[in-house]
């Protein structure tokens, strides 16, 4: 838990010490028994700062990243690496502001290792032999993973990409030769299904057969690798993020002092934040529920457990400025298009904003954080049934293993 004694920095002071001038995120950890304020820019590596002395702190040590680990799995720790940038179970892109990274094995029978951000202190991944065996058999193979190859996000993307097309265009290829192999058979052969005999003619059925599996899990493969190629990416623009919070974060973190971190406490992890021009402060624990404080004059002037409904509409609003937002409500159980979710998911206790546009948008958010979860436009919609819908789940190549988002 974060020691608010030790809290002594402003986070508006914070963000000067860090030298970055526009950040994309700011929160305050404790980082092994010490008050730091991790600060990212919009891209790059995160700075951390004491949040008692306000100097910019160069990272964790090794015995520091041990101590870590241990209270993290309650576990005795038997070795530690060198900061390392990349392996094979932290090559993806989501990791990259949080590297270099110290794998720490912990002497258990099933061969965990826990990897520690060097420079947050954060445990950001766990693997264990059985999942570590089992992943290169699976993801890694089939994804085309290894860290030569995904560490450069473009390459890989491109790569797996343009491998799938040509699959899908073989695979074309093949179904249509088979149907013209079945229809002159069935019109010259007195209607025979394949002009071939004995197992030939087994291959060509049963080929035409499973060449509709086939097709279907090369698609939802080169779906899944879309990235707004083809369809919108559910996401809002960048215009219409910014509208959305209607504050930067350090002009948020311009409302917040020292005095009002410490009348949300006790937590492990408060972040600045911002919805509809209003500054809050987001406070998480693992023994309490989250909290959401809503900062006016510098000081905390409501607490609850979610965003009122009213925030999160005004939101909207502000983001898509001439468009009518009906009320949020809650994500209905019959909503198709929620239960059809991503590996992000927009279901559970979520809501739903309906815009009367012409394509009838749909903007999903999580409550908790106040953060959109996924836009729902027609482009989105027709991505979803594509992928989602028409693909049966188990022919689907989506990206939902341990180690093998994309």
């Known amino acids: 838990m974060i020691d608010g004694s030790q809290v002594e920095l402003s986070p508006a002071s914070a963000i ?7 950040p994309a995120r700011l929160r305050i950890l404790e980082v092994n028994g010490q008050a730091m304020y991790v600060i990212q820019p919009p891209k790059g590596p995160q700075v951390i700062v004491s949040a008692k002395t306000g100097e910019v702190v160069a990272g964790i040590s090794s015995e520091a990243a041990k101590s870590i680990a241990q209270s993290f799995s309650g576990t005795a720790v038997k070795t530690a690496s060198n900061p390392l940038n990349y392996d094979q179970w932290m090559v993806h892109h989501q990791y990259d502001r949080y590297r270099p990274f110290y794998k720490v094995s912990l002497a258990d ?10 420079r947050s202190g954060e445990v950001m991944q766990r693997t264990t032999t059985f999942e570590r065996s089992w992943n290169y058999l699976g993801s890694v193979l089939h994804w085309i993973y290894p860290t030569v190859l995904r560490q450069n996000w473009v390459a890989w993307d491109r790569t797996v990409w343009w ?6 265009s073989l695979t074309i290829a093949g179904i249509w030769l088979g149907i013209v192999r079945s229809y002159k058979s069935a019109k010259f052969n007195q209607g025979a299904i394949s002009p071939y005999r004995g197992w030939m003619k087994w291959h060509h059925v049963g080929g035409l057969v499973m060449a509709t599996f086939v097709f279907t899990w090369i698609l939802s493969g080169w779906l899944s690798m ?23 974060v350090a002009q948020a973190a311009e409302s917040v002092s020292p005095d009002t971190i410490r009348a949300i406490l006790p937590a492990s992890e408060v972040e600045v934040s911002a919805v509809a021009g209003k500054p809050y402060l987001l406070a998480r ?15 905390v002037a409501a607490q609850s457990n979610a965003f009122p409904n009213d925030v999160i509409w005004q939101a909207a609003s502000m983001a898509y400025p001439g468009q009518t937002a009906e009320r949020p409500t809650p994500i209905p159980a019959d909503d198709v298009y929620a239960n059809l979710r991503s590996s992000d998911g927009v279901g559970g206790d979520g809501l739903r904003i309906i815009l009367n546009d012409a394509a009838n948008t749909a903007v999903y958010v999580n409550p908790v954080t106040g953060r959109v979860i996924e836009v729902i436009d ?27 988002n994309r």
């Open 285 to 299: 624990g693992p023994e309490a529920a989250p909290q959401i404080a809503e900062i006016r004059d510098g000081k």
């Open 16 to 22: 000067i010490a860090s030298g970055i001038t526009s």
């Open 163 to 168: 491998m799938s097309l040509v699959g899908i």
């Open 109 to 118: 029978e099933a061969g965990t290792d826990l990897y520690v951000s060097q």
């Open 378 to 404: 027609a482009s989105r919609r027709t991505y979803r049934w594509l992928f989602y819908g028409l693909t049966p789940s188990i022919f689907r190549s989506s990206p939902t293993t341990r180690f093998g």
């Open 226 to 248: 879309d990235h707004g190629r083809i369809f919108s990416t559910g996401e809002m623009t960048d215009a219409q993020a910014e509208a959305y919070v209607g504050l930067t």
